[in-house]
Protein backbone atom coordinates (compact mmCIF):
# COMPACT_ATOMS: atom_id res chain seq x y z
CA UNK A 1 0.00 0.00 0.00
CA UNK A 2 1.23 3.57 -0.81
CA UNK A 3 -0.09 6.83 -0.22
CA UNK A 4 0.45 10.21 -2.07
CA UNK A 5 0.09 13.22 -0.49
CA UNK A 6 0.81 16.74 -3.22
CA UNK A 7 1.70 19.86 -1.48
CA UNK A 8 3.20 22.95 -2.54
CA UNK A 9 0.19 24.38 -5.09
CA UNK A 10 -1.03 28.08 -4.89
CA UNK A 11 -1.18 31.27 -6.69
CA UNK A 12 1.39 32.75 -9.03
CA UNK A 13 1.80 34.83 -11.33
CA UNK A 14 2.44 34.45 -14.69
CA UNK A 15 6.41 33.64 -15.60
CA UNK A 16 6.53 32.48 -12.08
CA UNK A 17 7.65 29.33 -10.43
CA UNK A 18 6.26 26.53 -8.37
CA UNK A 19 7.85 23.36 -6.97
CA UNK A 20 4.90 20.68 -5.96
CA UNK A 21 5.92 17.63 -3.50
CA UNK A 22 4.49 14.26 -3.62
CA UNK A 23 5.43 12.77 -0.29
CA UNK A 24 4.62 8.62 -0.37
CA UNK A 25 4.40 6.41 2.56
CA UNK A 26 5.72 3.15 1.89
CA UNK A 27 9.06 1.19 1.97
CA UNK A 28 8.70 0.56 -1.28
CA UNK A 29 8.17 3.36 -3.17
CA UNK A 30 11.59 2.96 -5.07
CA UNK A 31 9.66 0.63 -6.89
CA UNK A 32 7.54 2.61 -8.32
CA UNK A 33 7.31 5.31 -11.21
CA UNK A 34 5.37 8.37 -10.76
CA UNK A 35 3.57 9.99 -13.04
CA UNK A 36 2.12 13.90 -12.65
CA UNK A 37 -1.24 14.70 -14.36
CA UNK A 38 -3.67 17.70 -14.36
CA UNK A 39 -7.28 18.62 -14.53
CA UNK A 40 -8.04 22.08 -15.14
CA UNK A 41 -12.15 22.80 -15.19
CA UNK A 42 -13.98 21.38 -17.49
CA UNK A 43 -11.21 19.40 -19.43
CA UNK A 44 -10.06 16.27 -19.46
CA UNK A 45 -6.81 14.77 -17.28
CA UNK A 46 -4.11 15.42 -18.77
CA UNK A 47 -0.53 13.85 -18.29
CA UNK A 48 1.95 16.07 -17.73
CA UNK A 49 5.37 14.19 -17.61
CA UNK A 50 6.79 11.19 -15.35
CA UNK A 51 9.51 9.95 -13.98
CA UNK A 52 10.82 6.05 -13.81
CA UNK A 53 11.08 4.11 -10.17
CA UNK A 54 15.19 4.83 -10.37
CA UNK A 55 15.12 8.60 -11.84
CA UNK A 56 17.05 7.51 -14.29
CA UNK A 57 14.51 8.46 -17.01
CA UNK A 58 11.75 11.20 -17.60
CA UNK A 59 9.66 12.58 -19.57
CA UNK A 60 7.62 15.25 -20.43
CA UNK A 61 4.19 16.10 -22.00
CA UNK A 62 4.94 18.77 -25.16
CA UNK A 63 2.44 21.24 -23.44
CA UNK A 64 5.17 21.78 -20.70
CA UNK A 65 8.50 20.34 -22.18
CA UNK A 66 11.45 23.16 -21.03
CA UNK A 67 9.29 24.82 -18.91
CA UNK A 68 8.56 21.51 -16.26
CA UNK A 69 11.35 19.26 -14.90
CA UNK A 70 10.67 16.51 -12.35
CA UNK A 71 12.66 14.65 -10.05
CA UNK A 72 12.89 12.22 -7.06
CA UNK A 73 14.99 11.61 -3.94
CA UNK A 74 14.00 8.14 -2.77
CA UNK A 75 16.00 8.19 0.43
CA UNK A 76 13.08 10.78 1.27
CA UNK A 77 10.24 9.33 -0.75
CA UNK A 78 9.48 12.01 -2.36
CA UNK A 79 9.15 12.97 -5.88
CA UNK A 80 9.18 16.97 -6.80
CA UNK A 81 7.74 18.62 -10.35
CA UNK A 82 9.38 22.17 -10.61
CA UNK A 83 7.33 24.20 -12.61
CA UNK A 84 8.82 27.18 -14.08
CA UNK A 85 7.78 29.93 -16.82
CA UNK A 86 3.93 29.46 -15.64
CA UNK A 87 1.11 30.17 -17.57
CA UNK A 88 -2.13 30.92 -17.22
CA UNK A 89 -3.69 27.67 -18.81
CA UNK A 90 -1.24 25.66 -16.28
CA UNK A 91 -4.31 26.33 -13.98
CA UNK A 92 -5.28 22.87 -12.80
CA UNK A 93 -5.54 21.15 -9.42
CA UNK A 94 -1.93 18.63 -10.17
CA UNK A 95 -1.75 14.72 -9.31
CA UNK A 96 0.62 12.80 -8.59
CA UNK A 97 0.20 8.77 -9.27
CA UNK A 98 2.29 5.76 -8.63
CA UNK A 99 2.83 3.11 -10.89
CA UNK A 100 4.34 -0.47 -9.68
CA UNK A 101 7.59 -1.65 -11.89
CA UNK A 102 10.52 -0.91 -13.59
CA UNK A 103 8.09 1.52 -15.75
CA UNK A 104 10.18 4.60 -17.72
CA UNK A 105 7.72 7.56 -16.30
CA UNK A 106 6.20 7.53 -20.08
CA UNK A 107 2.33 5.96 -19.31
CA UNK A 108 0.28 8.70 -19.96
CA UNK A 109 -3.11 6.40 -19.15
CA UNK A 110 -3.93 7.28 -15.83
CA UNK A 111 -6.00 3.76 -15.27
CA UNK A 112 -2.83 2.15 -15.74
CA UNK A 113 -1.64 3.82 -12.08
CA UNK A 114 -2.03 1.87 -8.60
CA UNK A 115 -2.05 4.72 -6.22
CA UNK A 116 -3.29 8.33 -6.55
CA UNK A 117 -2.54 11.65 -4.27
CA UNK A 118 -5.47 14.18 -3.48
CA UNK A 119 -4.78 16.82 -5.78
CA UNK A 120 -3.31 20.48 -5.11
CA UNK A 121 -4.30 23.32 -7.03
CA UNK A 122 -2.16 25.26 -9.08
CA UNK A 123 -3.75 29.12 -9.86
CA UNK A 124 -1.41 31.28 -12.67
CA UNK A 125 -2.99 35.08 -12.79
CA UNK A 126 -2.35 36.90 -16.05
Known amino acids: QVQLVESGGGLVQAGGSLRLSCAASGRTFSSYAVGWFRQAPGKEREFVGGISWSGGSTYSADSVKGRFTISRDNAKNTVYLQMNSLKPEDTAVYYC???????????????????WGQGTQVTVSS
Open 97 to 115: AAEYGPNDGRTSSWSKYDY
